[in-house]
Structures are given as structure tokens and as C-alpha cells.
């Protein structure tokens, strides 16, 4: 029986690398949560759900629909994107920092309560993994950086908070890798391990270090 996990994210892009690694093979379903206002069929084994992500109602309606029919999720992935706007601090309009706090900040915690809530609620063995992407930026502007700093900072706080549980929480970190590379690190790093683990904050290696894990990519 196949595994269900579970994606979410804001950028469709990474969200669908993920989702078609996490197909080929490896024995996993997928459902994907999209914003967006039309639900659309994906290749086979995975499907997709809508997702406000300004709403709780929608997070909880995610999580529900995800474990329908047979109610298992397995695990799940959520992906913390950092957006491409470069604006000096002094020029942030108060729409952008509202816009901010929807898009980076609201939509994240809205569904990785109802994750959480889901998993407890389930009592079985189950995995959580948390993936920080910065766009391709080294240094983020600063509203970029307190979110993404604070999403770190959230996840290291819930290893703490969960240490106890059968639930097993752990974060990934990528600044400026490729998309594609750094889907396949975290595919890799969630689907080869021989035992769960709990409270792990992985970093994407350089790229002077990729082939020494077995992740550079393949021209």
C-alpha cells in the first residue's frame, strides 16, 4: 500500500518538482494543495485541492480533503517560499507588509496547525517536514528575512514542543540552489531513511559538495 503525503506550498513550481519526484517510483500518492480558484487533475497517483490560504476554514478543509477517502496522510511536506520583490525597507507601502504577513506567514501557520491537530488527532507514526526555499536570493530584503528567519526559528521551537510525540518534525534550508536539486535533496533525505527522525534542521550542501552526496545533477 502506498504511502499519502501531502505538499503544500506558494510556488507551484517547486510544489510540482516535489510532487513528481515524490511519483516516480517511490511508492507515495500525492495531493497537492494550489491556491487558486479551479481544481485540476493531475498525472496519476496525485490530485490536487484547493487552498485559500488567507482562510483557517481552508487549511482545515485541505487537510480533510487530502485524507479523503480512506482518512491516512502519511506525511506531509509545507514549502516556505520567500518572494522575488527587492524594495528598500523605507519604500515597504503598508499593503506589502499585510500582503507579507497573508503570504508568508498566516497561510503557513493556518495549515501546519491543521496539520499538526490531524497527525495527534490520528496517533500513528507520521512525518512533517518544514522546507525553507529563499528564491534564489543570498541575502533576503528585510521583510523577506524577519519571515523567513521567524519560519527557521517556528520550526526549531516545534522540535521542542513535539519531542515527546510519535509525530517527527524537520526542517530543510536552501538559499540559492537549483529548484530541481533542491527537491531532489529533500525527496532523498525523506524517503531514505532507515528509521524516523525527529528534530533535524538540513541544510542544502554547496554545489562544490553536491557530488559527494550523490545529488549533483545530471546534464
Known sequence: M???ILITGQNSILSKHLSDI????SGYSVVAAIPGSEQQKKGKGSRTVLWNTRS????KNVVLEAAAPEGIINEAVVLFESPKVLKPFHEISAADIEQSIDYQIKSNLFII???LRYFQNSGSES???LVNYQGGIDVLPP???LSSGGFDS???ALFTFYQNEKLSINGYFCATADLKEYSEFVFKTITERNRPVHGKFYKFPEKNVLSAFGLARKH
Do not use: D, H, M, W
Request: aromatic fraction near 8%; charged fraction near 25%.
Open 56 to 59: 483557517p476554514l481552508s487549511a
Open 143 to 145: 521583510l523577506e528575512a
Open 154 to 156: 517556528f520550526v526549531k
Open 127 to 129: 512525518t512533517l517536514s
Open 2 to 4: 502506498s504511502k499519502r
Open 22 to 25: 515524490f511519483l516516480q517510483g
Open 113 to 115: 496547525k491543521e496539520i
